[in-house]
């Protein structure tokens, strides 16, 4: 439905952080022509939405729809920790051409399972839009549980999961008994959650390894696991440097910087990356 290389794209700003809509298209076209993204998520973690505003985040999506055209997929994150102001966003989304939602668990609130599920009906109901639910924990305090899903997974709108949750087992489990298509959320496990069955995954490293990560699925598809393994290996350098470091988003900046693409500042609270971090990426 969405492809199977997703990158998750920053959001370029100007060097006096304004939203840099010129950039951004430039920055969507380079991914999608020459860097193996077959879909670009818009107004998620990497795309520093929490720090977005909603008419900043509408012209983000229809500056990149434009950009791209009928090339790739368009998913717009639209998950917030209020259902009311989440449908909001997703009928935005929807207006401003975007192809599928992301809708992360709320977070703060820590809801009840029962809470977690009506917020993802709710949303999922709110436009015609297929929908990925995000699942990551670490950020929202709260895991979607594995029962939650199958019961999701009944609804005609919601067709798959970003799974950052790092449980296989039941990553595999839902893959079996269930139609939801599952993209892994962590570069490290894209080929692990591959061979199980996922559909792929929602990349921040494939900003700069996208055509590796795709030749890494294709050498898999046509069975040469060897070499999907070397692919996989390969890339372990860029993965550590830009996921365990300092946050994701202020080194893909600063490694897109180093290729001269569009980039520019991280916004308040984070801050650029440290010197050694720039020059690690320089080596990489």
Known sequence: MFGRVLVAMITPFTSDGELDLDGAQTLAAHLV?????????????TGEAPTTTDTEKEALIRAVTDAVGDRAKIIAGVGTNSTRHTVELARQAEKAGAHGLLVVTPYYSRPTQEGV????RTAAEATELPVLLYDIPGRTATAIE???LRRLAEHPNIVGVKDCKVDLLATATLINETG??????????????????GAGVVS????????EIRAMLDAFDRGDNAEALRLHQAQLPAIT??????PGVVAVKAALRLRNLPAGPVRAPLAEATEALVEELRQI
Do not use: C, K
């Not at 599920?117 to 993802?120: A, L």
């Open 241 to 246: 440097a830009i996921m365990t470091r300092e």
């Open 33 to 45: 022509d020459q860097g193996g993204a077959d879909g670009l998520v818009l107004n998620g973690t």
């Open 204 to 211: 921040t490293v494939g900003h700069v390894v996208g055509n």
């Open 117 to 120: 599920e009506s917020h993802f």
């Open 180 to 197: 939801l298509r599952f993209y892994s959320g962590n570069d490290e496990l894209t080929l692990p959650m591959y061979a199980i069955g």
């Open 146 to 148: 594995t029962g939650t």
